[in-house]
């Protein structure tokens, strides 16, 4: 499997950014919210965001894209982003991780899709968790998060509280979005087995291994995405209230969860293959007991051929009138009783 990364030249200063090719141009979604205000809408410039540092209200900045290197510039200026961590959101993929900072808390996310072809879509998430702001870095547009934004209009729990559990809705949606992934992956499994059960050939297992490969993929996902949970709910962050970590527990159970099924469905690969070679072997088994009940059939009357073929002059049953049909009689009997033989040995079925 290849590996992509998006990453400056080697020896270029730490924090450089280099933008992925193809990149999506961002688009900026600014959610402001409280108690007794919602405020929801798009934004083209950043010059005032900074403000957002010192309201009451939380705010959400939502970058939707990785486009335009300048505008990241000025995110960072305007929130006081650590180069590196800024590096982090831009250089993708980066493995999910967690970083206290002294502005802001990091925390990197994978976030995975599964789009109408049925191909699995990957793509990273970045939060930047402050005391009254949290700016979100996608790297792809089209997100998961619309239940969360609903949330901040009708829910009175999201209204009272702060960016870090605004940050907690978040990643439990993400976590959860692999819930959908697993769904067609372990149908795609049932049909393998059956398959393989009722018909067994040499192209089922290209097909189970590439099963299997797309199983490993999703578990190098969602294995750094548990361990960064569980990093959340141990290190000690000035950004996380304790309330907020009661909450990240539960997602911790998720992403076990996702693990343990994605493990199981990696060990049901395994047991494919296995079931797949041993029912190639009895199918084997199967064509040479027929090859060899035909062949000992065959041998006794090859024996009677060849006695009766041989060119000696006197055979004494060569002028018998009808040899030729009693000979013919013998075989059949031979051949008979032979059969009756194997069935009754249960080689032919039940005796």
Not at 68 to 95: G, K, M, S, T, Y
Not at 269 to 289: P, V
Not at 314 to 333: A, D, H, K, Q
Request: glycine content about 8%; some cysteine.
């Amino acid at each position: 499997m290849r590996f992509h990364k998006s990453h400056p030249k080697i020896g270029a200063t730490p924090g450089s950014l280099r933008i992925p090719d193809n990149s999506h141009d961002p688009e900026i979604r600014l959610l402001d919210f409280g108690p007794d205000q919602h405020d929801a809408r798009e934004i083209d410039q950043i010059d005032s965001l900074h403000e957002l540092l010192h309201t009451p209200t939380v705010s959400w900045i939502d970058v939707q894209g990785l486009g335009r290197e300048q505008l990241f510039h000025d995110l960072a200026e305007a929130f006081e982003i650590h180069p590196l961590a800024l590096e982090d959101a831009v250089n993708v993929p980066v493995r999910p991780k967690s970083e206290v900072y002294e502005n802001f808390h990091l925390v990197v996310l994978r976030m995975v899709r599964i789009l109408e072809d049925g191909s699995i879509e990957r793509s990273q998430v970045t939060l930047f968790i402050g005391d009254h702001v949290l700016l979100s870095i996608q790297e792809l547009p089209g997100d998961v998060f619309d239940p969360v934004r609903k949330r901040t209009r009708t829910g009175a729990r999201m209204r009272h509280r702060g960016p870090d559990y605004l940050a907690y809705a978040l990643i439990d949606v993400v976590i959860d979005g692999y819930f959908p992934v697993l769904n067609p992956l372990g149908n795609r499994l049932e049909v393998l087995e059956e398959e393989i059960t009722l018909r067994t050939r040499q192209d089922q297992i290209p097909s189970v291994m590439a099963l299997r490969h797309e199983l490993q993929a999703l578990r190098r996902d969602i294995v750094p995405m548990r361990d960064l949970v569980w990093q959340m709910l141990r290190e000690e962050s000035p950004f996380l209230a304790e309330g907020t970590l009661t909450h990240l527990r539960d997602c911790y159970d998720h992403a076990a969860q996702i693990v343990d099924v994605v493990d199981g469905f990696v060990d049901h690969t395994s047991q494919l293959i296995a079931l797949h070679g041993s029912m190639m072997s009895n199918r084997m088994n199967e064509i040479m007991k027929v090859l060899t009940i035909m062949s000992t059939i065959f041998i006794p009357l090859g024996f009677l051929a060849g006695v009766y073929g041989m060119n000696f002059a006197w055979i004494p049953e060569l002028g018998f009138r009808y040899g030729y049909f009693i000979l013919l009689g013998v075989m059949v009997t031979v051949a008979g009783l032979l059969l009756l033989y194997f069935r009754r040995r249960g080689w032919l079925g039940r005796g």
